[in-house]
């Protein structure tokens, strides 16, 4: 093989065995509570919450073959698995649609049955946000267009989801209410840079520190025009110390931290020495490439504080402001501007990815970088694609996108750079 097959090659690798790491048919059975006196009612939303029913389910069959299972969780289209006794419904992501509303529904009807003795296992992870949806105060439709609108400001997810709580009767605490006095254990798999909980889904099922003040100003803060009675009505959500919280317990099982863990012992393995950035890198797609071309530039020129085979590693959630008419998701997006770094430099590889296995809303999970990334369009072009936002077009035109398909796990981005 080439040097380029060879790069590519360890990148991919890298990127399997980092999401195996997150994979929760291998990681939920040692974080699963035991069986309880009264019935065991599972419910869940996220991109990996098939996924994680379906592990549920195999456990308890096992641990627990007489005990009395139900539940249901909601994903996004496309990411559903079989399963047996917990139902598993399908609906929009990133917007939320009917089908979500329907679910959550039905979700909180079934919290508000449990008594004392019964216990509720939610499973939660990255996409929950959009997929447990309980509009309070406003329409699905007018919930839908912000929804829509503050992933094209720029706004970061725990702003946006700031919001997105004040507008639900589900989200910040929501569900543990809904819940009260059954016991709560919520497993869950963060997408969030920082790992908090409050944050991840918009926690259901976690006090929450934001208030209904910080909502409005999020608003006022990227220039929204929106209808004078949003937010308005708003009920503030509950917060830490509240006697609904009492016999509620949150679990953290799959972080980008432990993504970034995994691809490090791989490379590792291979001679390579990784460089662990950051856990959660956040800001504009395209400046934390930035960054990332700067470190890798300076390896490949005076070899520190490590010296060539390395990897630069790092995992959070970037943003990316749309002002163009193009397709493509944040990493894309990081992707083509670090090609545009690094302006063909020799020795230097690199793979952007969306641990779900959907960047924005195409069909790719992100994409890989080369040294020949430029060279069939050139860098002008390639910068009228970065003006446009349209990472995913100048992909599919040069090559290079990353499709692994609905990995059925989230646990954020994971961005590679490997330098010779």
């Known amino acids: 093989m080439s040097h380029n097959e060879d790069a590519l090659g360890l990148l991919r690798s890298a990127l399997e065995r980092a999401l195996a790491a997150a994979d929760s048919t291998k990681i939920l059975g040692a974080h699963?509570?035991?069986?309880?006196?009264?019935?065991l009612c599972v419910v869940g939303a996220g991109k990996a919450a098939a996924a994680m029913a379906a592990a549920a389910e195999a456990f308890y069959k096992e641990r627990y073959p007489d005990v009395r299972l139900e539940g249901l969780v909601v994903t996004?289209?496309?990411?559903?698995?079989?399963?047996?006794?917990?139902?598993?419904?399908?609906?929009?992501?990133?917007?939320?649609?009917?089908?979500?509303?329907?679910?959550?529904?039905?979700?909180?009807?079934?919290?508000?049955?449990?008594?004392?003795?019964?216990?509720?296992?939610?499973?939660?992870?990255?996409?929950g946000s959009a997929l447990l949806c309980a509009p309070d105060g406003v329409t699905l439709a007018e919930k839908a267009a912000l929804t829509q609108a503050l992933l094209r400001s720029g706004a970061d997810i725990a702003e946006m989801n700031a919001v997105r709580k004040h507008l639900s009767r589900v989200k910040g605490g929501g569900l543990a209410r809904a819940a009260f006095p059954a016991r709560v254990v919520s497993l869950i798999m963060s997408d969030v840079a920082g790992d908090d909980l409050s944050v991840i889904a918009s926690g259901p099922t976690v006090p929450d520190p934001s208030t209904l003040e910080e909502?409005?100003?999020?608003?006022?803060?990227?220039?929204?025009?929106v209808p004078a009675h949003l937010l308005d009505a708003a009920a503030e959500t509950p917060k830490p110390g509240d006697p609904i919280f009492a016999r509620a317990e949150n679990r953290l099982v799959a972080s980008a931290q432990g993504m970034l863990e995994a691809a490090s012992a791989f490379f590792r393995e291979r001679g390579v020495a990784p460089l662990i950035l950051s856990e959660s890198v956040t800001g504009e797609a395209r400046e934390v490439a930035k960054m990332h071309a700067a470190i890798a530039r300076q390896l490949r020129t005076h070899a520190q504080p490590v010296k060539p085979p390395c990897v630069l590693l790092s995992g959070g959630e970037t943003t990316v402001t749309v002002r163009g008419q193009g397709r493509?998701?944040?990493?894309?997006?990081?992707?083509?501007?670090?090609?545009?770094?690094?302006?063909?430099?020799?020795?230097?590889?690199?793979?952007?990815?969306?641990?779900?296995?959907?960047?924005?809303?195409?069909?790719?999970?992100?994409a890989l970088v080369t040294p020949q990334t430029l060279v069939s369009m050139g860098r002008a072009e390639a910068r009228r694609y970065l003006d446009d936002n349209d990472a995913y077009g100048f992909f599919e035109r040069a090559g290079g996108l990353v499709r692994t398909?609905?990995?059925?796990t989230n646990v954020n981005d994971l961005r590679l750079v490997l330098v010779f």
Request: aromatic letters at 4%.
């Open 215 to 225: 909502a409005r100003a999020v608003l006022v803060r990227y220039g929204f025009t």
């Open 76 to 127: 996004r289209y496309g990411h559903g698995v079989p399963t047996e006794r917990i139902r598993v419904a399908e609906a929009s992501h990133p917007v939320p649609d009917a089908a979500g509303v329907a679910a959550t529904e039905e979700m909180i009807e079934l919290a508000r049955s449990l008594r004392d003795d019964d216990l509720l296992v939610c499973l939660i992870s990255g996409g």
């Open 328 to 366: 493509g998701g944040r990493n894309c997006e990081f992707a083509l501007s670090l090609a545009l770094e690094l302006a063909g430099l020799e020795g230097v590889y690199a793979l952007a990815a969306d641990s779900d296995g959907i960047d924005g809303e195409g069909d790719a999970a992100g």
């Open 405 to 408: 398909g609905p990995t059925l």
């Open 32 to 39: 699963l509570p035991a069986s309880p006196k009264g019935r």
